[in-house]
C-alpha cells in the first residue's frame, strides 16, 4: 500500500525551498548550502527562478578558475536553463526528466508555475531504500561486509 502512496511528486518532495537573490556573493551561497546541508539552491524567488547554484558550480567555475569567492556574484554561475517539474507529475517522469538533463536536483512548481517544492535524487533513493526490503538487506550486507 506505501507503494501506491507516493506516485505523484507532490508526495514525495520537499515543501520549504530556500532560495539565494542572484546579487548574493558566492560565499554567502556557500555559507548558506552548508548551513542548510544542501547540494543546490534555487536563485531568484518562487515566482521568478533565475538559475539553480550547485556546490559543482562553486566548484567549477569558481574554486577551479581561482576567482575570488566575495567578489563573484551568484548571477554569474548559475546552472541554466532551470529544469523543473510539476507537482502532478508522477516520480517516473520526474526522475526520466533528471536523467535526460543531468540534473540532481530540481524545483517543483504548481499549475500557475511557482515553486512549491524541490526534489532530488535522494528523495527517490530514500523512497526506493525505505520501499523495498529486499534492497535493504542486500545494501546492509554490503556495508556491514556479510
Given amino acids: 500500500m506505501a507503494e501506491q502512496s507516493a506516485r505523484k511528486v507532490s508526495d514525495l518532495m520537499t515543501r520549504f525551498v530556500e532560495f539565494i537573490d542572484p546579487e548574493a556573493t558566492v560565499k554567502e551561497a ?45 548571477r554569474e554561475v548559475l546552472s541554466r536553463p532551470v529544469i523543473a517539474c510539476a507537482e502532478d507529475d508522477t516520480l ?5 526528466m533528471m536523467a535526460a538533463n543531468h540534473i540532481r536536483r530540481m ?7 511557482v515553486v512549491t517544492g ?12 525505505v520501499n523495498n526490503p ?9 556495508t556491514e561486509g556479510a
Fill in 134 to 142: 529486499g534492497l535493504q538487506e542486500a545494501l546492509r550486507a554490503l
Fill in 30 to 74: 556557500a555559507e548558506l548550502m552548508g548551513e542548510l546541508d544542501v547540494g543546490g539552491l534555487p536563485a531568484g524567488t518562487p515566482e521568478r527562478i533565475d538559475g539553480i547554484v550547485t556546490d559543482r558550480d562553486l566548484l567549477y567555475r569558481v574554486v577551479a578558475r581561482g576567482l575570488d569567492c566575495s567578489q563573484v556574484r551568484v
Fill in 92 to 96: 517516473h517522469a520526474a526522475m526520466d
Fill in 107 to 113: 524545483p517543483v512548481c504548481n499549475a500557475a508555475g
Fill in 118 to 129: 524541490w526534489i532530488t535524487l535522494a528523495d527517490f533513493s530514500r523512497r526506493l531504500v
